[in-house]
């Protein structure tokens, strides 16, 4: 591994100082940072460690219902805070499933998206609840959704010297339920083939009145599955409409074939984790309806 200096500043002013040279690089959990330090695949001549920034390791209450969680928090706090497993289910769901309980308490929620891995567990249920990313760079703060940040496999939409320092799950919405669902060879320390994860809202009627589905490792960069989300809007939740939206979802896939699975693998298991996954968000809403 390369030499490089450290620093370990204590607010996030100090952290956008710290990150102004171009070869600064922000240091959350490290548990992806490191490992591509090591083999050579990233460089850094400054290490800038964030967990010491009292905004981005603390998960807070909104006063709207929202929760705001830093993006320092390791994933084992995200998955144990009770307004998030409350309120955001499949937010907690997703991040007991990256890595070992030893990697949850050291990795992070912002680290999971910012390493933009087409696999991340973490992002797909933060797309469904809406969640929107707040950055901090030289020219003060923005916000952005959080699926806009995401403009290929290992690149994001951060300008120099930009940090993400948080991440806003916005009030959940009455009668609406999230689930995120993956398929790995393996149950635990393992990378996604193909993850889905889906969000409706229904009306009083019980018709779906918002929808959305959002796939990971089937394309460069996660994916709505617009044709699905379209297609489940204004019916009533059944069967043969979450078998019509898993083929709708498949065929918005992008995947490529590697070692794990090959293109046509992945768009079946994308249309099966679909139905799945919708089936379950009805579960979550009625109690009534069994997971197909």
Same mark, same amino acid.
């Given at each position: 591994m390369q030499d490089f200096s450290y620093e370990r500043p204590d607010s996030v002013e100090a952290a956008v100082a710290?990150?102004?040279?171009?070869?600064a690089r922000a240091l959350a959990g490290g548990t992806d940072l490191?490992?591509?330090?090591?083999? *050579?695949? @990233?460089?850094?001549?400054?290490?800038? /460690?964030?967990?010491?920034?009292?905004?981005?390791?603390?998960?807070a209450?909104?006063?709207?219902?929202?929760?705001?969680i830093g993006a320092a928090v390791s994933l084992s706090a995200v998955a144990q805070h009770a307004a998030v497993a409350a309120d955001y289910p499949a937010v907690a769901q997703s991040a007991r499933l990256i890595g070992s309980v030893q990697i949850?308490?050291?990795?992070?929620?912002?680290g999971n998206i910012c390493n933009a891995a087409p696999s991340a567990d973490a992002v797909p249920a933060l797309i469904c609840? *809406?969640? @929107?990313?707040?950055?901090?760079?030289? /020219?003060?703060q923005r916000e952005m959704a959080v699926e806009a940040l995401f403009e290929g496999p290992g690149r994001t939409a951060l300008e120099f010297g930009e940090i993400l320092i948080s991440i806003l799950?916005?009030?959940p919405e009455p009668r609406s339920a999230a689930t995120y669902l993956r398929f790995t060879p393996r149950r635990e320390m393992d990378i996604?083939?193909?993850?889905?994860?889906?969000w409706l809202r229904l009306a009083v009627g019980g018709a779906?009145?918002?929808?959305?589905?959002?796939?990971?490792?089937?394309?460069?960069?996660p994916l709505r599955a617009l044709s699905a989300e379209t297609a489940l809007i204004g019916e009533k939740p059944s069967p043969a409409l979450f078998q019509e939206a898993g083929r709708l979802a498949a065929g918005d896939a992008r995947p490529i074939s590697d070692t794990r699975g090959s293109a046509d693998y992945r768009r079946s298991l994308v249309a099966v984790l679909t139905r799945r996954a919708l089936a379950d968000c009805c579960a979550r809403l009625d109690g009534r309806m069994e997971a197909l």
């Open positions: 710290a990150m102004r040279d171009g070869e490191i490992a591509q330090l090591r083999e *050579g695949r @990233r460089r850094a001549g400054r290490i800038v /460690d964030l967990k010491w920034v009292p905004a981005l390791t603390s998960i209450a909104l006063p709207d219902s929202g929760v705001l949850q308490n050291r990795a992070s929620l912002g609840h *809406g969640a @929107r990313a707040r950055v901090a760079g030289a /020219d003060g799950l916005p009030p996604a083939v193909a993850g889905v994860g889906t779906v009145a918002a929808a959305r589905v959002v796939l990971a490792s089937v394309g460069p960069v």
